[in-house]
């Protein structure tokens, strides 16, 4: 079944850039891509919910685009701005620690939509693993909006990593294990999240169903 348009959370853009991209989900070839791309990223940065899911409808136009012409420009216009705004991380969080959350969330959501021959996309690797080793640092763990990140994106694509680069997982899981145990000033919220997240790789990345309700039934309190 077809998702329709109000599937992707569009609803938050202005009148053109929906028309634009509602087009650019059925007739990518008569649109401009760059500009499609653009408007993702930019929108992706600044709407912590539309972040969340932006991978969706990126990977609906690089299908639909594959189909139609063969084509990869908008897979690669894409990857392109991924990388323009990796490269300049260290100020996004300094200026914004919401648009540098939007910003993980959103590489980590493409890294897990967009796919080469069923296999995670090579080039976002190390982007994604450096970005989440940043979140795993004594200063961003003291931030419970960057802790609750890196928890979520470890739950979404943390196995996948770690079957590419273990080793790199293995360092980020040190890191976190120490601020877990020896860091101060982190809140009860954080360290609950960190704990979590250390049982549920260590479980093999599930969570028992008492692990579960324990954390879950915490965290709603």
Known sequence: MENSADDYRIQSFDQDAQ???????????SVNLEKVSDIIVDQSLKDQMFSKEAGRICYTIVQAEAKQSNGSVFRRNLLNRLQQEFKVRDETRSRSLQEWVCYVTFICNVFDYLKVNNAPMVALVNPVY???????????????EEVDCLVLQ????????EKINSQRMDEMFFLLRDGFLLQEGLTSMSRLLLLEVLEFRAGGWVLS??????YYSEVSD
């Open 130 to 144: 450096d970005c989440l080793m940043r979140l795993a640092k004594p200063d961003a763990l003291m931030n419970e």
């Open 209 to 214: 169903s008492t692990a579960h309700k324990y």
């Open 19 to 29: 028309v634009l991209l509602k087009t650019a989900l059925k007739d990518p070839s």
């Open 154 to 161: 470890l739950h979404r694509i943390g196995e996948q990593l």
